[in-house]
């Protein structure tokens, strides 16, 4: 793990704080409240708390706070109700007072919430001796898995209740499995890349190919019909993203999309040249606090490279009939049809809850669509609405810490889990949503 000095730690707080904007509105605002509960009934004694402001409920369910970074969390407690999260944001239209308004519900009734209990999670594949690297849902209910044993490796193909249906012998250590936009399915190794393809109940390896270009013109395709392809490219050190819809019979290519936070790149740039040095200064400078000068720019650029410059995280998916692009950077979903035109966009704010992963995971089906959040390594799922981003219902996953690889198909999640007590093993389990 990747420890941060004191110095570099103060140079994030200073450089986030002055150069960066994150999107949040640096306003003092009141925000006014009342708590009921099912049946209309107000909650008195309710802790309330609004980014870093607390409150408690009167007597009549009324609470009052005042904050001035927004969007922030709003979270409601109560002894005899379930705990109640949301997101509050400046409207377009404010004036002095933002007024919210809370149901809770009785945890007896809880409808919205999900937890997994361990009744509902099951071995996947319950073979102890088999290393789970990676695996890939199947549209007809069968799991590829990418594992090993003792001595091999091996590709696998299970069938729907988890019996193995073919077995072919690969390179030792694959990095991963990974499914193109074309649903081309390859195995990546640090080195190469291999595309396989489906013969008779078992699998084809085609020959090898350079990892380096090729892996990435595969993940940088994000979407392909008959008629389109859309791909995204990467540019300002990974803090600018432009998504291109290609007409594949015109060949015609149109932007579709420009993600990125100008005044924040704009501060990057300027954070680099001040600190950029050339390689042998450290060895030429003899003056004790010149040395001292290099060294903090050093260690100033290294931060730069490692921490400051982290990609930008707008994605897009295919969910239903349209693809839309969930810009975090300025907190918008924009939604196009799947030749790329544009067609609306709405307002999000999932990513402010606390314990954000910077993840969406859509189901196979591509009809649903779930942000990723960890408290103290428990996985916590949003499901959101594709129409506007409001969440539908959480779901917990209280039963393995820190899961890997989270795949969604029917009403399970899939999931790699690193045995606690052997760290080299892993295992594949799924867990019942109903």
């Given at each position: 793990m990747r420890h941060l000095n004191h110095f570099q730690i103060l140079c994030l707080v200073l450089f986030c704080g002055c150069v960066m904007n994150t999107g949040l509105s640096q306003v003092e605002a009141v925000v006014k409240g009342k708590v009921i509960n099912e049946n209309g009934t107000p909650i008195k004694n309710a802790s309330v708390k609004l980014g870093n402001s607390d409150a408690r409920t009167n007597s009549s369910g009324f609470f009052i706070v005042k904050n001035t970074d927004f969007p922030a969390q709003l979270t409601v407690n109560h002894v005899l109700y379930s705990e109640y999260t949301d997101m509050v944001a400046l409207p377009e239209r404010w004036k002095d007072t933002i007024r919210v308004f809370v149901v809770m519900t009785g945890k007896e009734k809880e409808l919205e919430e999900v937890t997994v209990s361990a009744e509902k999670i099951f071995w996947v594949y319950p073979r102890k001796q088999a290393n789970v690297l990676d695996f890939l849902l199947q549209p007809d209910d069968e799991i590829l898995l990418c594992c090993s044993d003792e001595h091999h490796y091996f590709v696998r193909g299970l069938d729907a209740s988890g019996e193995k249906v073919f077995e072919t012998n690969i390179r030792n250590h694959p990095r991963k499995l990974y499914r193109d936009c074309m649903e081309n399915i390859h195995l990546v190794y640090a080195d190469s890349i291999y595309e396989t393809a489906m013969v008779n109940n078992s699998i084809g390896i085609f020959s090898p190919k350079p990892a380096l270009g090729v892996f990435s013109f595969l993940q940088s395709c994000v979407y392909k019909d008959d008629r389109n392809l859309v791909k995204y490219n990467y540019s300002e050190r990974d803090q600018r993203i432009e998504y291109s819809a290609i007409n594949l019979q015109t060949k015609i290519t149109?932007?579709?999309?420009?993600?990125?936070?100008?005044?924040?790149?704009?501060?990057?740039?300027?954070?680099?040249?001040?600190?950029?040095?050339?390689?042998?200064?450290?060895?030429?400078?003899?003056?004790?606090?010149?040395?001292?000068?290099?060294?903090?720019?050093?260690?100033?650029?290294?931060?730069?490279?490692?921490?400051?410059?982290?990609?930008?995280?707008?994605?897009?998916?295919?969910?239903?009939?349209?693809?839309?692009?969930?810009?975090?950077?300025?907190?918008?979903?924009?939604?196009?049809?799947?030749?790329?035109?544009?067609?609306?966009?709405?307002?999000?704010?999932?990513?402010?809850?606390?314990?954000?992963?910077?993840?969406?995971?859509?189901?196979?089906?591509?009809?649903?669509?779930?942000?990723?959040?960890?408290?103290?390594?428990?996985?916590?799922?949003?499901?959101?609405?594709?129409?506007?981003?409001?969440?539908?219902?959480?779901?917990?996953?209280?039963?393995?810490?820190?899961?890997?690889?989270?795949?969604?198909?029917?009403?399970?999640?899939?999931?790699?889990y690193k045995d606690y007590l052997d760290q080299s093993m892993h295992y594949l389990f799924k867990q019942k949503l109903e």
């Open positions: 149109r932007v579709m999309y420009v993600g990125e936070d100008r005044s924040r790149n704009r501060g990057l740039r300027e954070y680099e040249q001040e600190n950029r040095t050339a390689d042998n200064d450290l060895f030429l400078t003899t003056d004790k606090n010149a040395i001292r000068k290099v060294r903090d720019k050093w260690s100033n650029i290294r931060f730069y490279d490692l921490i400051l410059t982290d990609p930008v995280y707008i994605p897009l998916f295919e969910i239903n009939d349209s693809l839309i692009i969930f810009d975090h950077l300025n907190d918008s979903a924009i939604v196009f049809t799947k030749a790329g035109i544009r067609v609306r966009s709405f307002s999000i704010v999932y990513h402010y809850f606390k314990g954000w992963k910077k993840e969406l995971i859509t189901n196979m089906e591509k009809t649903k669509i779930y942000a990723r959040y960890e408290k103290e390594g428990l996985t916590i799922l949003r499901e959101l609405n594709p129409t506007n981003g409001k969440t539908e219902r959480i779901i917990k996953l209280e039963k393995h810490v820190f899961p890997e690889h989270l795949q969604i198909h029917g009403d399970f999640i899939y999931y790699i």
